[in-house]
């Protein structure tokens, strides 16, 4: 049902909770991922806030679908 985005190498995970924060170093490469990233009995919100150094520049444009 939930389409689970998977973790892609640059990404950073907080819970907004906590504050306890979670940086990708390594994506996950898996077809059906079911990666569930959980802090305080909640899922971590995906803030890829700080620009990483990646030579893929299309991943940008995923929030900025106005
Ligand atoms: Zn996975
Ligand atoms: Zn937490």
Redesign the pocket.
């Given at each position: 049902m939930n389409v689970q985005e998977?973790p892609t190498t640059g990404d950073m995970y907080r819970c907004s909770k906590c504050e306890f924060e979670i940086h990708i170093t390594n994506g996950?490469q898996?077809d059906d991922?079911t990666?569930q990233l959980q802090c305080c009995g909640q899922p971590l919100e995906k803030v890829t806030a700080i620009p990483v150094q990646n030579p893929r520049p299309s991943q940008a444009l995923d929030q900025n679908n106005a």
């Open positions: 998977r996950c898996c991922c990666t």
